[in-house]
């Protein structure tokens, strides 16, 4: 840590375009909570240990082998040089930062950059964007000194402070008590406080046997979200107006079909859509604020030809699906800061879960739907991800709930659809309730049901997609998966794999074997084994051999017995012999 008197204090000489410390954070929780990083995980942990580091004055740490094991999870056995993960991931950073630059980051005062090479990240600043906040004051144009007290120094006998000296330290000194102070009286009241919904009611005047319906209204409330139109323009009127349509539909957040007033604009759970003219003749600007800060948190300019073009509603879908599910950008911002409570809070964690299916996330989410549906909240996504996470219960043998069945799981999921007969999110986890149980017929019916209710959610058109492709229907389901991913600018790996095999099952191998390519950082024995199966098809039979080789070794239940997996997935007969055909002409030995 830096000597903190003005004495001792050594600063580093830099040059005059230096970015400053708090200028590069604050452009880092941009990139963060952009719609480009928006659905990778692994690309945010990356970027922010590889920044996070640096600025700590750690670049000498940043090696591939530290990498692998503080962001991926990697034992103190990994071999870079078998194991390409974080070559794999840093050169997917890098595209992400490129594209983000190139699009909704064109502005930035400061390009974050990971030279190739290296994963020490670099910074580049534009001049001409904010120079004094960005730039690092240089030593020699320091002329105010450092107001903080060195205890050390002072035990070690240095000469005492002038009296004006004195003066400014014993201010700072009744500051910081000061500030001591309100933080204990404010982790006091936060004790002692009221729940939620019982404040709300008590400023309101409502009698103290009606607050807990206020209370209950608290813990349910989700993120409002508006339109403000800047332009009446002809492009922009026709982009708001495919917004409202596409909002309607999302169940995350609590869509208000009229303008923003003033006064609403310091709700910290608020956000607005701003639709404008762009810089172009014809261009239209949409940017998502948060009304409470003015924050931008995503902005994406439309060409003309395409708001124009019949792709517009695949263009807003994308901007939806990246921005209002509880992956997306509202909820990441909310996350980030802090202010989660009741629902919000649960979808959040039900999110993490996802993404790294364990155990204890498994648990935790679960608990507070649980919690809530004790409450006797009556939101149908309470009982939705209840269903769900009850089902994923059942497969993996989690212990908690209790003895979780099937039948528990699809009456959480039939409560849900019965009481919000419009709920996608409802529709979607029945659906996948009866995919689950091997009803392929049912589980289609009911995607087919999500998908109707909101075609602007990209991930109920994969969900549909995927029903139908499970359910042997590939020439229908096979465009429905290709439009969820050709639509999106990130999505789960999970689409990709699931194209594969309905472009496999239709004999379309240059589309499979593209579909394959894009799981290449997702490390699960079955996106090996299609990767092996679409490098063999593709004549490429020393790469099969060796994601064959990674297959038996990262992956030896699935490398000995693949059948099995396949069978208890509920994979369609027909799609089954053929792929373990296919791993077998691939190299693959072991039962089939």
Known sequence: MIGRSCRSRKVRRLPHNTPAAPAVRETLERILTSETFGRSERARNLLRYLVEQEQAGHADRLKGFAIAVDVFGKDADFDPSTDAVVRVQAGRLRELLAHYYSTEGAAEPIRITVPRGSYVPAYEVDPDRHPAAILETPVEEQTEPAHDI???????????????????????????????????????????????????????????????????????????????????????????????????????????????????????????????????????????????????????????????????????????????????????????????????????????????ETEEKHAEAYRCFEKLARDNAKSPLIYAEMASLHMEAVRDGYRYPPAATADQALALGYRAVQMVATSPYAHRSYGFLNQRIGNSEEATRWMRKAYELNTYDLSMAAAYGYALIFSGNYREGAPIMERAVEASSAHPSWWDYGLFLARFMLDDMPRSERAAEALVTAKRGHYIAVRAIAADCAGKPELAKQLLDELVAEFPEFASNPRAFFVNGKYPPEMTDKLLEALRHAGLGGPS
């Open 150 to 356: 060195d205890l050390a120094l002072a035990a070690e006998g240095a000469s005492p402070p002038s009296g004006a000296q004195m003066m400014r330290q014993l201010k700072l000194f009744w500051g910081a008590m000061a500030v001591i102070i309100l933080m204990l009286g404010f982790l006091v009241y936060r004790i002692n406080e009221p729940a939620p919904g019982d404040q709300v009611s008590a400023a309101a005047g409502v009698p103290a046997e009606t607050s807990s319906i206020a209370g209950l209204a608290a813990l349910e409330a989700l993120p409002p979200v508006y339109i403000s139109q800047t332009s009446d323009a002809e492009g922009p009127t026709r982009v708001a107006s495919v917004l409202r349509t596409g909002l309607s539909g999302f169940d995350t957040v609590d869509f208000i079909g009229r303008d923003i007033a003033e006064s609403d604009r310091g709700n910290p759970l608020q956000f607005v859509f701003v639709v404008g003219a762009g810089l172009a003749e014809g261009d239209v600007l949409v940017e998502l604020q948060h009304s409470a800060s003015g924050k931008v948190l995503l902005s994406r300019v439309l060409p003309a030809a395409d708001v124009a073009a019949a792709k517009l509603d695949d263009t807003i879908a994308d901007i939806l699906s990246s921005t209002v599910p509880a992956s997306g950008t509202i909820y990441g911002h909310i996350d980030q800061l802090g202010i989660q409570t009741g629902l919000t809070a649960c979808l959040l964690l039900n999110d993490d879960y996802y993404l790294a």
